[in-house]
């Protein structure tokens, strides 16, 4: 082995001593009647461009992950904190991806951790793509406080079928907390079984390979439920499209959730209902990040 590939080898190691820990930390807060990003630590391949203000007020910030794809060994914890009458949208510039564990097996894992002070935090990143053999661990918390307001979604895609890709092995384990000002709203996990039994299953995911939840929350939520029903119906055919999407509605909680075979779809749709339902429940109309449209 020569010196470079020996250095290498020693600074990410192989089989059980491989990790490469990516960490990123975010506070936004009120500045001049605009929110401001106002401290950012990083450590690892995590980062993100400077913020866009499309909306004047409102912070738009792209969150970057340069490798591209998780691998064996591989964690990502993302720390995102908004301070009292801030509001960031935070949204990555391309799906992420779970590749293919090693022979060694290692897991990789991400970690997601919000905080919403009596502002508006919005968490739309961009669908993640888990890959044949990936061993993926997703857990999430949100915390909001006071009059604070979250918009969120998560949406994975099993596989790619758009490169003959399938997912036929692999592991997933995914949590999410969601709590308002100390009281548990969501206590969610999901789990795919060695055997991918769920994939077929009823209960499960039904034969389709892409789903995802989209959470709004917030103390006045439950005064918005017949627009979010409003917003259901102007949705293609799910008969003609191959797309399920339905509501659930309690207080201080909006909860859509969605079955597609493809990433597209779902990924529209919930653009779609975010889109109708945003004027609604923050009082501004939807402003796409730019980044989507390339």
């Known amino acids: 082995m020569n010196a470079i590939a020996q250095g290498v080898s020693d600074q990410i190691g192989y089989g059980q001593d491989r990790n490469w820990h990516a960490r990123i930390k975010l506070e936004f ?15 690892g391949p995590l980062r993100v461009q400077r913020p866009f203000y499309p909306e004047a007020d409102t912070c738009h910030t792209y969150l970057l992950h340069p490798p591209g794809g998780m691998v064996s ?17 935070i949204t990555t510039p391309s799906a992420g991806k779970v590749y293919k564990a090693d022979s060694a097996g290692l897991k990789q894992k991400q970690k997601l951790d919000i905080r919403v002070r009596d ?3 919005e968490w739309l990143p961009q669908e993640t793509i888990l890959f044949n053999g990936a061993k993926a661990q997703f857990d999430a918390q949100v915390r909001v406080e006071g009059s604070g307001h979250f918009t969120g979604w998560e949406m994975l895609a099993l596989g790619r079928a758009a490169g003959d890709q399938p997912f036929e092995r692999g592991l997933l384990s995914q949590k999410m907390s969601i709590l308002l000002n100390g009281n548990h709203l969501v206590w969610e996990a999901f789990r795919l079984d060695s055997e991918l039994s769920m994939l077929n299953s009823r209960v499960g995911l039904n034969g389709f390979s892409h789903f995802g939840n989209l959470y709004w929350v917030g103390s006045d939520i439950h005064q918005h439920r017949t627009a979010l ?15 399920l999407v339905v509501a659930s509605h309690k207080p201080d909680l909006l909860v859509v959730r969605g079955l597609s075979d493809c990433a597209e779809k779902l990924r529209n749709s919930f653009i779609q209902i975010w889109a109708q339902m945003r004027p609604v429940t923050i009082g501004k109309p939807a402003c796409l990040p730019r980044i989507w449209a390339t």
């Open 29 to 43: 807060a009120a500045r001049h009647k605009r929110t401001a990003l106002t401290d950012m630590e990083f450590n």
């Open 73 to 89: 060994g591989d964690t990502v914890d993302i720390t995102i904190r908004t301070g009292p009458q801030s509001h960031a949208l």
């Open 119 to 121: 502002s508006i935090c």
């Open 229 to 243: 029903d409003a917003a259901l119906t102007t949705l293609p055919s799910a008969a003609q499209q191959n797309l």
